[in-house]
């Protein structure tokens, strides 16, 4: 870009020096000035020839022999010195007849438009140019000032110079540790980019987008560059937040043309970061480049509905913030595969190091497995620094190799730098979060109408939830009965209730659940008919929007103050009957809460099998799972 800049400014100063050349060049050397009297003696005598007249100046040539009488000496002097025939230029006065004493002297004459190009070149076209180049000076260094990455106004809509390209991006799967799940995710990409007929023959169908969802550092752009890598196709990347820009159109001729460029690389892999900033869900804000950041939307949207993946030509996007994006965005045909990555796990953190102490020389005591089980809530990005400042502290030590002791010295720094950012926990954190999990985990559990739990994690996930517990569902459902509702309320409660029982005290860690826990009650009192005490009349409380961008449009309230109280009252009966029936639970089960908070403390994840094991070895659970609800009177 800076490259081909310099040399359209270079084109600039060297039409300028060519006009000033051309201007010596074009014009006779050796042309004699004559007065107008002088003019017309030698044009009596004879002595022209081949006269232009343009702009009052006549030009033309001038034979020497024979003028001693008409020209003054030194005029003469010049001539001669110079030989040969020469030319003339003389400034004419008002002579109208003029032209009669040229055809006396049977001299060829004329005028001739062109003989104004060259001034017209120099008086209006030079100092054009030079504005022009003056003024695309000024925008370039606008433009980079405003936050573009060093481009021209006249190349604002050419994502060309943004778009960062490689041939070879040289990571491969080796490179990216303790992402397994999303690794696998990915296989299938590689698999199409490097085999794209066998996949076409079998019908195989092909993603077109794949968003990768993870918290900063997780390693989601080495994960795509990883799949262009295997597949051992060109990789192409910008960042979502370099198509917005402050000229309405200018992102969406970005788009337009960065699907071009992958047209023309095909196959290859397109890889958005920071998606959220140009993906943003329309309608919402009230910023302004509202439009603009529209246009844009609309026209990825539309690049990615004409796009056919049988070229090759696969997108990957990541984000940290997967809910602001837009639904369009998410639907068949767009982004409709998510992968998700999460911070790496005890296993997943030693793996991890051990990729990035590759090509670092460790000392005997560095135990990678201590490191690994010191550094909950790292990303990828973290351990990579982690190795990264132990083995500058060992270079700047003079060590041979790098001990533990520069390890523990770097974590200490980083450890303290992430505490100020909010991302580390700290221990009492992390048990009052491994206790929340299991209640949650453990309740489920015992009761016959939930999901089964298939991992339970004390990995912070995203920015709000420091852990979650994973249920999946057996089978699609289109109704829920009331004892499931009411098992679910539980579910989400006993989180809460854990922290109560094993503390005494209780955190913020369950706002959601708690939020999630009324919403439901709520519904189940106003919507679904399930409280004796408020009868089968649905309530239109609160006007929910339908989707994020929907309208929220106030309703007036369709029920009585005294109405309201009731439903607030009934809404409150529930979650606290809840309450009692989760302590009940948990309190009869105390020992299997203790152990399983124990080992999430340890292992940080507990999968189905680990789940499996504790609850066989547990003693025979008080509250086996039965429904645990008693029918409402
Ligand atoms: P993100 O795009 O999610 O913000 P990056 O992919 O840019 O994160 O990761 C930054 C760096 O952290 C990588 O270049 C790599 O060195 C390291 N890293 C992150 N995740 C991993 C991982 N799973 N395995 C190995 N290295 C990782
Ligand atoms: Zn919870």
């Known amino acids: 870009m800076d490259k081909k800049q310099a040399f359209s400014l270079w084109y600039v100063l060297a039409a300028l020096v060519g006009l000033i050349l051309m201007q010596e060049f074009v014009a006779p050397r050796h042309t004699q000035t004559l007065t107008y009297s002088e003019f017309k003696q030698a044009l009596m005598a004879g002595k022209l020839d081949d006269v232009l007249i343009a702009d009052g100046v006549a030009t033309g040539k001038l034979r020497t022999d024979g003028l001693e009488q008409i020209l003054p000496k030194d005029k003469l002097e010049a001539l001669k010195r110079t030989g040969g025939e020469h030319g003339f230029a003389t400034v004419l006065v008002n002579d109208p007849g003029l032209v009669a004493q040229l055809d006396a002297a049977k001299v060829r004459y004329g005028s001739v438009r062109e003989s104004k190009w060259l001034g017209a070149l120099i008086s209006w076209v030079a100092p054009a140019l030079v504005f022009f180049g003056i003024w695309w000076f000024l925008m370039k260094r606008m433009g980079s000032g405003m936050g573009g990455m060093g481009h021209g106004i006249l190349e604002i809509g050419k994502s060309k110079a943004k778009v960062y390209m490689q041939t070879e991006t040289g990571v491969t799967f080796k490179d990216v540790a303790g992402i397994d799940e999303a690794r696998e995710e990915l296989m299938e990409v590689v698999e199409f980019l490097k085999n794209p007929d066998r996949f076409r023959r079998l019908g195989g169908k092909i993603p077109k987008g794949v968003l990768i969802v993870g918290a900063p550092g997780t390693g989601k752009t080495l994960l795509a560059k990883a799949v262009a890598g295997e597949a051992g196709v060109p990789f192409l990347s910008l960042s979502g937040s370099e198509f917005v820009e402050m000229f309405v159109g200018v992102g969406a001729a970005r788009v337009r043309d960065l699907f071009e460029q992958a047209a023309a ?89 051990e990729v990035h102490v590759k090509n670092v020389k460790l000392a005997p005591s560095v135990d990678l497995a201590v490191l690994a089980a010191r550094t909950p809530g790292f990303a990828g990005a973290d351990l990579a620094n982690l190795v990264n400042e132990a083995t500058l502290r060992a270079a700047k030590h003079d060590k041979d190799a790098v001990d533990m002791q520069d390890f523990e010295e770097a974590l200490d720094r980083i450890v303290a730098g992430l505490e100020k950012k909010n991302r580390v926990m700290n221990p009492t954190e992390r048990k009052f979060v491994a206790y929340h999990e299991a209640g949650h985990a453990l309740v489920a559990e015992f009761r016959k109408n939930t999901d089964r739990v298939t991992k339970v994690s004390i990995i912070p996930r995203g920015i709000a939830a420091l852990g979650y517990t994973q249920q999946s569902p057996t089978e699609d459902r289109y109704l829920m009965r009331r004892s499931e509702l009411l098992d679910r309320l539980d579910v989400l409660l006993a989180g809460r209730v854990a922290e109560q029982l094993v503390f005494e005290d209780v955190s913020t860690g369950a706002e959601n659940d708690l939020q999630r826990a009324t919403d439901m009650a709520r519904h189940m009192v106003t919507h679904y008919g399930m409280s004796e005490a408020l009868g089968l009349a649905t309530y239109d409380a609160r006007p929910t929007p339908l989707y994020l961008n929907g309208p929220m449009l106030p309703e007036p309230r369709t029920f009585s103050e005294r109405t309201a109280e009731a439903i607030d009252g009934e809404v409150r009966r529930l979650l606290d009957e809840a309450r009692e029936r989760v302590t009940r639970t948990l309190q009869a089960n105390r020992g299997t809460l203790e152990s399983l908070a124990a080992l999430l403390l340890e292992k940080e994840v507990v999968d189905r099998t680990m789940l499996d094991g504790l609850m066989a070895s547990a003693a025979a659970p008080a509250e086996p799972r039965v429904a645990a609800v008693p029918v409402q009177p």
Request: charged share 30%; with cysteine.
């Open 265 to 353: 690389k095909a196959p290859c892999i397109v890889f958005i970061d920071e998606i959220d900033a140009l993906g943003k869900a329309r309608g919402v804000g009230l910023s302004g480049g509202h439009e603009e950041h529209e246009q844009t939307l609309n026209q990825l949207l539309a690049e990615m509905d004409g796009f056919d993946t049988n070229r090759g030509v696969i997108i990957l996007a990541a984000t940290n913030r997967p809910e602001v994006l837009d639904p369009a965005l998410l639907r068949p045909g767009r982004f409709d595969r998510h992968v998700a990555i999460d911070r790496p796990d005890l296993i997943g953190r030693r793996q991890i190091l």
